[in-house]
């Protein structure tokens, strides 16, 4: 049997929650029944964890689960199996551009992990933003660099 853990889609988006619902991580911890340290990892975006503890936090920000909390294989602009009055109705504090993880710009670029890997490298890659041990970028950003990088390439060879 595997286990399920869920990370936070966005440390900025937890905390913007948490703000509108006037607390603070210690107040979140002790509500949720954890310890300001792991709300304080999950804001960092250091921690995961599991679907109870995900739904408790997000019962006390008054959001759904899905909008707080996201698997590995799930982003922003996936098609999860949400409801569709849930999709109707974004929350308020729903984020236009999200930031997204290496794996996400890879799939979003239909580019290998290896490939954009070697493109960092070399100073070629996107640019990445580090926050604590992950890559982040906006998706807007990665979007655009893909469209500078590759659009480019093809007007080269066209000539």
């Keep these: 049997m595997t286990s399920t853990t869920l990370a936070t889609r966005s440390p900025h ?20 029944g954890v310890s300001r340290a792991f709300v304080s990892l999950l804001l ?3 921690r995961r964890c599991n679907p ?14 899905e909008y ?13 199996e949400m409801e569709d009055e849930v999709l109707s109705t974004p929350p308020a504090l ?7 993880g290496f794996d996400e710009v890879a799939a979003l670029c239909n580019i290998k992990i290896k490939t954009l890997r070697h493109m960092r490298a070399v100073g ?3 640019p990445f933003h580090k ?12 979007l655009d660099w893909y469209r500078d990088t590759f659009e480019n390439d093809a007007e080269d060879t066209e000539d």
């Design 124 to 126: 070629t890659g996107p």
């Design 94 to 100: 729903m984020v236009e551009d999200p930031y997204l």
């Design 44 to 46: 960092n975006g250091r």
């Design 68 to 80: 707080l909390f996201t698997t590995a294989m799930l982003s922003d602009d996936s098609h999860n």
């Design 13 to 32: 988006r937890l905390r913007a929650a948490m703000r509108a619902a006037g607390l603070d991580g210690a107040q979140l911890a002790k509500s949720a």
């Design 52 to 65: 109870t503890i995900a739904a408790a936090i997000a019962q006390e920000l008054s959001q759904p689960v």
């Design 131 to 142: 926050r604590g041990q992950l890559l982040r970028i906006r998706k807007s950003k990665a």
